[in-house]
C-alpha cells in the first residue's frame, strides 16, 4: 500500500486534476477512497507504478521549485503539472511521466464519476454537479 509521502502526493495531485470550487475537488470527492479500494482489487497490479510515479513526481517538483508540489500556488502546481504532462521532466523516472500523468487523469475521472458503490463520488456530488438522477 502507498506510504504517507506517497498518499500525501496523490492527494495533491488528485485536488489539482479536480479541484475544489462549490463542490467539492476530487479527494473529498472520493477518490483517494476509490484509488485505495481499487489497489486492493483491480488496480492492485498497477499499485508499484503508482508508488514509483508518485516518488518521481515528489522529487521532481523538489528539484524544479525547491519545494513540495502541496506548498506551491495552485497557478504554479498546474504549470508543474502541464510540464509532467508533456513529458518535460528533469530528473529521471522509473515510470515515463507522460502516460503516468494520463493514468492518473484517467483513474481520477473514474473515481469522481463512478457509481457510489466503487468507494467514489461520495455522496454522488459528481452526477448532482451535472444532474444526474439515479432513479429506481
Given at each position: 500500500?502507498?506510504?504517507?509521502?506517497?498518499?500525501?502526493?496523490?492527494?495533491?495531485?488528485?485536488?489539482?486534476?479536480?479541484?475544489?470550487?462549490?463542490?467539492?475537488?476530487?479527494?473529498?470527492?472520493?477518490?483517494g477512497?476509490?484509488?485505495?479500494h481499487?489497489?486492493?482489487?483491480?488496480?492492485?497490479?498497477?499499485?508499484?507504478?503508482y508508488?514509483?510515479?508518485?516518488?518521481?513526481l515528489?522529487?521532481?517538483?523538489?528539484?524544479?521549485?525547491?519545494?513540495?508540489?502541496?506548498?506551491?500556488?495552485?497557478?504554479?502546481?498546474?504549470?508543474?503539472?502541464?510540464?509532467?504532462?508533456?513529458?518535460?521532466?528533469?530528473?529521471?523516472?522509473?515510470?515515463d511521466?507522460?502516460?503516468?500523468?494520463?493514468?492518473?487523469?484517467?483513474?481520477?475521472?473514474?473515481?469522481?464519476?463512478?457509481?457510489?458503490?466503487?468507494?467514489g463520488?461520495?455522496?454522488?456530488?459528481?452526477?448532482?454537479?451535472?444532474?444526474?438522477?439515479?432513479?429506481?
Amino acid at each position: 500500500m502507498l506510504n504517507q509521502d506517497q498518499l500525501k502526493v496523490l492527494q495533491t495531485v488528485v485536488n489539482i486534476i479536480i479541484p475544489a470550487d462549490d463542490d467539492p475537488g476530487g479527494w473529498e470527492g472520493g477518490v483517494g477512497d476509490y484509488l485505495l479500494h481499487q489497489f486492493e482489487g483491480d488496480l492492485k497490479h498497477m499499485l508499484a507504478i503508482y508508488e514509483q510515479g508518485l516518488m518521481a513526481l515528489n522529487a521532481e517538483v523538489k528539484t524544479v521549485t525547491g519545494k513540495s508540489l502541496d506548498e506551491l500556488d495552485p497557478q504554479a502546481q498546474e504549470a508543474f503539472m502541464a510540464a509532467i504532462e508533456q513529458g518535460q521532466v528533469q530528473e529521471t523516472w522509473p515510470v515515463d511521466p507522460a502516460p503516468f500523468f494520463a493514468m492518473l487523469v484517467q483513474h481520477c475521472a473514474e473515481g469522481f464519476y463512478s457509481d457510489p458503490g466503487n468507494y467514489g463520488n461520495h455522496d454522488r456530488a459528481s452526477w448532482k454537479m451535472i444532474g444526474f438522477e439515479v432513479t429506481r
